[in-house]
């Protein structure tokens, strides 16, 4: 009795409280590709989902206007229902344009009631560089299943066994045909074979061995040659031809003509003729 | 299981509630407070010239006024004209700056910057309205009355005042 | 609407800021005859600023002589401090703004410093 009593007096007066385990950031912004959104993860990051408490949103924008112009710009996001979760309206009628910045305070509002989000406008102007941006807090374990240590979260039952079927190996056809009794005959060809492949191979093998040692005194002797020009190229000093001086004289001209002009060759003149007939006649073969 | 429940209904009757009231004051009253939202850095283009500019790997300050009531302060923001500390500089240095409006948090205070008046390098904004108005100040020096020269080198440092007037 | 606006933006960005109130102090009776003192408050969230100056000026921003515990006083980051303001009662009159201006530090970065100053004012008789 005395043990119930405590027992109770404990469940009673010892509660315990759970803490949820809160993630606290702002979303990326909803508004970068667009003037309208929808509260999703792709909109809003990977904490897009259930568990997802907007508490604000800080939204900025550059309106584009003249002075004289009316232009009213609504951020705004609708309720799942009807109406709408925030309203906020900056009338810039006869007004400059000018950057804004402004935050909505909102109580935690759980991202089901949220619908779509959007920047309208009316009149003439524009926005540019808009950005939206949802305070929130996340509950880890908004879905209990996602975190072992949720409370409430079930251990999820072991997968169903296969059924695996009997299995005799005595009325296997497989193990019927491997406990035949092996052909000989087919085994011994095969063993023959064999071994004259591995002749083969062993004769193949020498040659090689014997040609690549010939092949190496070849070679050998090629790397000794080689060596030996090198050392002779670099003991030759070529420099004395670069700077050497060609000793030379000088052949003064002995033929020279004594005076009177120079007269055309009458006979060349003749031969000229000659040429020509020839030519005359070689071209005859290409008619 | 009677005489269990009636046992517990003895121990949650016995149970003293312990409470008190505790009072949280405060009060509400026209207050400006003055906020650095970007602190600014110079940027050396070329030898001759310090500047905020971004394109030339320099930021630009940006002070925030957040106030309360409307009609109840001036806001007057002054960008440098000359170095707080610096290497010793024999020659002049030129200075140029701009203040003007960057970023406001209602629609009203959009005729603020056409409003403003100047004074120097001083410029007052009227704050006509409660809310939060950001304001951007530039500066540029160049060292050597336009002859091109170049800065010594050290540490440069000017200030960009801003101030919360009572009106 | 506003002002939970403004609340909302101190608490929600990285907050840099000088603040002090009242924005339109007054004179009360001091211990002394002949000496009127006031009280402000000065809040100091600039985590690059640790002191502040106090200074009371005229219409045309002339020094008035006054006393205060510390002309330059400390106040911590996120702190606040309440200090009192004494002047002769010959010069309320002509007392209109008591400020407060951030005092800065120098480092080794070539950088433009914000100094921050915040001034109440004094009503004149005929704005009463």
Redesign the interface.
């Known amino acids: 009795?005395q043990l119930?009593?405590w027992v109770?007096?404990l469940l009673?007066f010892c509660s315990s409280s759970t803490l949820a385990n809160y993630i606290f950031g702002y979303t990326p912004n909803a508004a970068s590709n667009g003037l309208s959104w929808g509260m999703n993860q792709s909109y809003l990051g990977q904490y897009g989902i259930g568990g997802m408490d907007i508490s604000g949103v800080i939204y900025?924008y550059n309106?584009i206007k003249l002075l004289e112009d009316d232009f009213v710009v609504t951020v705004e996001n609708d309720r799942v229902g009807g109406g709408f979760v925030f309203q906020d309206t900056?009338?810039?009628s006869q007004?400059?344009?000018?950057?804004?910045?402004?935050v909505i305070p909102l109580a935690y509002t759980p991202i089901a009631v949220f619908g779509d989000g959007r920047i309208r406008t009316s009149g003439i102007g524009t926005i540019e560089d808009a950005s939206v941006q949802y305070i929130y807090r996340f509950d880890a374990c908004f879905d209990p299943q996602s975190d072992p240590n949720c409370p409430g979260y079930v251990k999820p039952k072991p997968p169903k066994l296969p059924d695996i079927p009997d299995y005799d190996a005595l009325q296997d056809e497989s193990v019927k045909i491997a406990q035949q009794e092996t052909d000989k005959d087919l085994l011994e060809d095969d063993e023959k074979s064999e071994e004259d492949e591995e002749e083969e191979e062993d004769e193949e093998e020498m040659e090689w061995l014997l040609a690549s040692t010939e092949n190496a005194i070849a070679m050998a002797n090629g790397i000794a040659q080689a060596s030996i020009l090198k050392s002779m190229n670099i003991a030759t000093n070529i420099t004395n031809y670069y700077i050497a001086i060609i000793p030379d004289s000088y052949y003064p001209e002995t033929v020279a003509l004594q005076g009177g002009e120079v007269v055309d060759n009458r006979r060349a003149l003749r031969s000229l003729s000659q040429d020509n007939l020839m030519n005359q006649m070689i071209e005859e073969q290409y008619k | 299981m009677k005489?269990?429940l009636i046992?517990?209904s003895l121990?949650?009757g016995a149970t003293p509630i312990l409470a008190e009231n505790i009072d949280v004051t405060g009060t509400?009253?026209?207050?400006?407070?003055?906020?650095?939202?970007t602190?600014?850095?110079?940027g050396?283009p070329n030898a001759y010239t310090?500047t905020?500019a971004s394109a030339s790997s320099g930021?630009d300050?940006i002070?925030?006024f957040?106030?309360?009531?409307a009609d109840?302060?001036h806001a007057q923001v002054s960008y440098?004209t000359a170095f707080?500390?610096s290497p010793s500089l024999p020659d002049t240095v030129s200075w140029v700056g701009t203040v003007a409006?960057?970023?406001?948090?209602?629609?009203?205070?959009?005729?603020y910057?056409?409003a403003s008046t100047t004074s120097g390098s001083m410029r007052q904004y009227a704050l006509a309205?409660?809310?939060?108005l950001?304001v951007k100040?530039t500066?540029i020096a160049t060292y050597g009355g336009g002859q091109a020269k170049a800065f010594p080198g050290g540490?440069?440092?000017?200030?960009?005042?801003?101030?919360?007037?009572?009106? | 609407m506003?002002?939970s606006?403004?609340l909302c933006?101190?608490l929600c960005?990285s907050?840099?800021?000088?603040?002090m109130?009242?924005?339109?102090p007054e004179w009360q009776v001091s211990y002394s005859g002949g000496i009127k003192k006031t009280t402000m408050r000065l809040?100091n969230?600039?985590e690059?600023v640790q002191y502040y100056e106090i200074g009371v000026f005229d219409d045309e921003w002339k020094p008035i002589p006054f006393v205060t515990s510390y002309k330059i006083m400390k106040v911590d980051y996120l702190s606040q401090v309440k200090f009192d303001v004494y002047i002769r009662e010959t010069n309320i009159k002509d007392a209109r703004?008591i400020c407060s201006l951030s005092k800065?530090r120098?480092?080794?970065?070539?950088?433009?410093?914000?100094?921050?100053?915040?001034?109440?004012?004094f009503k004149a008789a005929w704005e009463l």
Do not use: F
Request: aromatic share 8%; net charge positive.
């Open positions: 009795m119930r009593l109770l007096w009673l900025t309106p900056e009338d810039w007004k400059y344009g000018g950057r804004i910045k402004k | 005489k269990l046992t517990l121990i949650l509400v009253q026209s207050r400006c407070t003055v906020n650095v939202d602190p600014g850095m110079y050396n310090l905020t930021v300050p002070v925030r957040d106030v309360t009531l109840a302060y440098p707080t500390s409006v960057a970023q406001m948090s209602t629609s009203d205070q959009s005729g910057q056409a309205h409660a809310g939060t950001w100040a500066s540490a440069y440092k000017a200030v960009v005042l801003a101030q919360c007037i009572a009106q | 506003y002002r606006v403004a933006l101190l960005s907050v840099l800021g000088h603040e109130t009242p924005t339109y809040w969230s600039r690059d703004y800065l120098s480092d080794n970065v070539s950088k433009t410093l914000l100094a921050t100053r915040i001034c109440s004012k």
